[in-house]
């Protein structure tokens, strides 16, 4: 299914699911992300990974966590990790000077979160 099909598409619950934590927790994400990758557009891209990684495969996840506080700890872990990745890719592809690997590993040290 495509955009187009996609959006003559009624809206489902998931959908009002997605968006509700997208609204709550999105700008959080982004600067969880942004503060490993230094990069506007990566972080940007970690948080639509992020959200759409739920909406596809861990949203009865996300929706069976007990507590706010416990929704919120798993998406900012979820966006730490994948920013994590992002950055291990950037630098395996020559992307990252010496200063930003180092930069890294005091965040990973301080949870920030």
């Known amino acids: 299914m495509d ?8 809206e489902t619950a998931a959908d009002r699911s997605i968006s509700a934590l997208f609204e709550r927790y999105s700008q959080d994400a982004f600067r969880v992300a942004n503060a490993i990758l230094q990069r506007d557009e990566d972080a940007e891209d970690v948080v ?4 759409v ?5 861990h949203l009865p996840t996300v929706r069976d ?7 919120r ?3 900012l872990t979820a966006a730490h990790n994948l920013a994590l990745n ?7 592809m020559g992307l990252v000077q010496a200063e ?14």
Do not use: C, H, N, W
Not at 86 to 92: I, K, M, N, P, T
Not at 100 to 113: G, M, Q, V, Y
């Open 86 to 92: 992002a950055f291990s890719r950037r630098e395996r």
């Open 3 to 10: 955009m187009r099909d996609r959006e003559k598409q009624p």
């Open 53 to 57: 990684g739920i909406l596809e495969r």
């Open 65 to 71: 966590l007990p507590s706010e506080e416990d929704v």
């Open 48 to 51: 639509q990974d992020l959200f």
């Open 100 to 113: 930003e690997a180092t930069e890294l590993k005091s965040l990973e040290a301080s949870d920030r979160f």
């Open 73 to 75: 700890g798993y998406l």
